[in-house]
T-cell receptor, first 111, second 115 residues
Framework: GENVEQHPSTLSVQEGDSAVIKCTYS??????FPWYKQELGKRPQLIID?????GEKKDQRIAVTLNKTAKHFSLHITETQPEDSAVYFC??????????FGGGTRLMVKP | KAGVTQTPRYLIKTRGQQVTLSCSPI?????VSWYQQTPGQGLQFLFE???????NKGNFPGRFSGRQFSNSRSEMNVSTLELGDSALYLC??????????????FGNGTRLTVT
């Protein structure tokens, strides 16, 4: 089955800096890669997703890149703000709709 | 549109008991998935239902089971509870069309504590 590895497990940045979280996946059939943000005590919420026919996608300060050949994808957050502090999860799925999640990255943005 | 609703929010059970958790998906969503979230293991996939049929199953023992009703509401059951079953159980719904994924929308979860 699919295996998703996520790095780093914790990331501390200064407010205004950029943050990058990387994930690798094992199943070449995976074609959907969402990213979820989970604030303390709250539900995971989708922040951005990308499909295998696209190499990059942006939404304001957030961008995701996908390298199908190398089987890795990354989340980029620019101009970080304290409210970006949360746990971020990457995930991968084939058309069967079963998401396999990475282990999560705790992002701390210091004011 | 109402979000995914999970009940109850909190449960405390003792070892050996069984428990049933409930999930009401977003209106129109026919796919319901269940995940177990623990600090050490992250988000682990339990199973996914679509049109009352279990389509996918994760690597959990047979003590974990589920079902989906004709109105897409889903229940998850855990029998013979063990201490290690203590976790946040998250339900997620999605539209899902064959051959194309759609985003999962998570509920607030049920926090189960087994003593």
């Amino acid at each position: 089955g699919e295996n998703v590895e996520q790095h780093p497990s914790t990331l501390s940045v200064q407010e205004g800096d950029s943050a990058v979280i990387k994930c690798t996946y094992s199943d070449s059939a995976s074609n959907y890669f969402p990213w979820y943000k989970q604030e303390l005590g709250k539900r995971p919420q989708l922040i951005i997703d990308i499909r295998s026919n696209v190499g990059e996608k942006k939404d304001q300060r957030i961008a995701v890149t996908l390298n199908k050949t190398a089987k890795h994808f990354s989340l980029h957050i620019t101009e970080t703000q304290p409210e970006d502090s949360a746990v971020y999860f990457c995930a991968a799925s084939d058309a069967g709709n079963m998401l396999t999640f990475g282990g999560g990255t705790r992002l701390m943005v210091k004011p | 549109k109402a979000g995914v609703t999970q009940t109850p929010r909190y449960l405390i059970k003792t070892r050996g008991q069984q428990v049933t958790l409930s999930c009401s998906p977003i209106s129109g969503h026919r796919s319901v998935s269940w995940y177990q979230q623990t600090p050490g293991q992250g988000l682990q996939f339990l199973f996914e239902y679509f049109s009352e049929t279990q389509r996918n199953k994760g690597n959990f023992p047979g003590r974990f089971s589920g079902r989906q009703f004709s109105n897409s509401r889903s229940e998850m059951n855990v029998s013979t509870l063990e201490l290690g079953d203590s976790a946040l159980y998250l339900c997620a719904s999605s539209l899902w069309d064959r051959g194309s994924n759609s985003p999962l929308h998570f509920g607030n979860g049920t926090r189960l504590t087994v003593t």
